[in-house]
């Protein structure tokens, strides 16, 4: 696999096809991007208008908070036949290291479910306690607090007082303790 950022602000747009991937639409808006890409993939970004993208496994898109210079990751997308293999994790610690380069020393995202937390403790991400108004947990990097078993279970709770799928519960149901990191990923 590669890891690739295609753009910091305005990156590139990308439209995705929205069978494979999740929140596909999001991607054409302009924003920095940075993808996994299969080792003997070609990657085709054609004009929007004109076609899908080929050749992405996992995609996210990211723009800076201008209040605080904070970077937002906002969306995070792995194509339908990839997930939980980890690729959104990976990515998004490769685009934390890559911010930390740039200068940025605070790093965030909000997600909506049990699965994405999980994903972004593994990157790296630790849950502030925070909620935006559409109901997702906000994470930020580096870890408002140390990566305690008590402040994941914390977040996973927040998801339990919701409707959820059944996958989700049991998903829930079976995390212990706090997940590990995964590569390029630091506390």
Known sequence: MKLRILGW???PSIRLDHREFAYAGKFVRPSGKAIVQAEDATLDLPDPKDGAATGIEAVVAFDEDRVDEA???RYVSVRSGRRAEGLGARLCAFVCERATERGYD????AVNNPYAFEA???AGFGFTGRETGLAELVLERPPPTARSERRYRAGLDR???RTLQADEQQFIEAREGVPGLVAGAVE
Request: avoid cysteine.
């Open 9 to 11: 602000e305005p990156g």
């Open 71 to 73: 970077l937002w990751l």
């Open 106 to 109: 605070t790093l965030r995202i």
């Open 120 to 122: 972004l403790y593994k």
């Open 159 to 161: 998801f339990e007082d």
